[in-house]
């Protein structure tokens, strides 16, 4: 069984930075993209960075220069630097991972539980 846990939410006043961490565990064979989702209140799901087994990152527009993502293959560790933080960032942040287990089964269906990240003065 594969689990993805996060940690680091809080709440932090605009302008502000937080770090998020993401740790997979379990019966894992490796761990190929890695991504963070967030999904504000009344809002869908959305997608906010992306990296590659080989670090090739991928941000939203609405992030782009101000988080950055990064992992730890060594400690199947993903996360997520967050910085000049705004009130819409407001929401929860999933962690999401497309994983081959010790059976060999991949899927790209593994989410954490979520961190509440809430900006405001």
């Known amino acids: 069984q594969v689990q993805l846990v996060e940690s680091g939410g809080g709440l932090v006043q605009p302008g502000g930075s937080l770090s998020l961490s993401c740790v997979a565990s379990?019966?894992?064979?490796?761990?190929?993209?890695m991504g963070w989702y967030r999904q504000a209140p009344g809002k869908q799901r959305e997608s906010v960075a992306h990296i590659t087994s080989a670090g090739t990152t991928y941000y939203a527009d609405s992030v782009k220069g101000r988080f950055t993502i990064s992992r730890d293959n060594a400690k199947n560790t993903l996360y997520l630097q967050m910085n000049s933080l705004k009130p819409e960032d407001t929401a929860v942040y999933y962690c999401?991972?497309?994983?081959?287990?010790?059976?060999?089964?991949?899927?790209?269906?593994?989410w954490g539980q979520g961190t509440q990240v809430t900006v405001s003065p």
């Open positions: 999401n991972g497309d994983i081959i287990d010790l059976r060999g089964w991949r899927s790209s269906g593994y």
């Open positions: 379990g019966s894992i064979f490796s761990i190929n993209e």
